[in-house]
């Protein structure tokens, strides 16, 4: 999945197939953990939906069209939709200024800077996509950047079943180890375009050991993914 340079008509786009939103909505509103669903501008909303060309009967088009995003888990996960601009949320097409040249599509964020992301076909190797990310995994999965494991992971879920498996609960156990006491009031403060960068940092031992005293600072989104897109790189290097 990727924005397309064309946008396709509205008809096209809104009105294909059967819509998705409805069992989405019972998805969220009957999840095990807390899930807030941010409003979104009709307009806003169809924009979106053009920009990363989908369509309403697909999961990530309904959320698209019909939210602003999702806060799930006290705001711990925040998943991309329409954009939600008095709440600070990104849309999805503005996670994604350059998908072409990455190959892939961010579609949500955790508060500690770990990414999902739809892996796309890999980029044929030319000059222009020298630099681009390889992802393990199939066209089509999410896969998963770690901030404690500096490491890309297949996860083996379609968008769909990514979005039900963590509302319904799985994220509880994918997030226990990097949770400390009182965590909720704590993330539920950060704004979604901001990110918890902690000290000693996560990707260590001594940080993933001292969870519970470490130093924790809301930074911006895009300061400390590109750390961390460093330190990735830098592992993958060393591999």
Not at 11 to 37: C, F, K, T, Y
Request: glycine share 10%; aromatic share 8%.
């Amino acid at each position: 999945m990727a924005v397309t340079g064309r946008a396709r008509p509205r008809r096209d786009l809104v009105m294909q197939g059967s819509p998705a939103w409805p069992e989405i909505s019972a998805v969220l509103s009957d999840g095990a953990v807390s899930v807030e669903v941010l409003p979104v501008d009709p307009a806003a909303g169809e924009r979106c939906l053009r920009r990363i060309g989908a369509t309403a009967d697909s999961w990530l088009g309904a959320m698209a069209l019909h939210t602003g995003g999702a806060l799930v888990d006290n705001g711990w996960l925040r998943v991309y939709g329409g954009g939600c601009p008095q709440r600070r949320m990104p849309d999805l097409a503005s996670a994604n200024p350059d998908p072409e040249a990455a190959g892939h599509l961010l579609v949500g964020a955790d508060v500690l800077g770990g990414r999902y992301v739809i892996r796309g076909r890999d980029p044929e190797p030319t000059e222009s996509t020298v630099d681009s990310v390889v992802l393990p995994g199939q066209p089509g999965e999410i896969c998963y950047l770690g901030p404690d494991t500096l490491r890309w992971e297949p996860l083996s879920w379609a968008y769909r079943d990514w979005l039900s498996l963590l509302v319904g609960g799985a994220i509880v156990d994918f997030y226990h180890d990097l949770r400390w006491p009182g965590w909720e009031a704590e993330v539920s403060a950060v704004p979604p375009d901001r990110l918890l960068s902690l000290y000693p940092p996560v990707y260590t031992k001594e940080g993933r050991a001292r969870l519970a005293d470490s130093e924790r600072e809301a930074v911006g989104a895009d300061e400390l993914y590109g750390l961390l897109d460093e330190l990735t790189a830098e592992r993958a290097a060393r591999a």
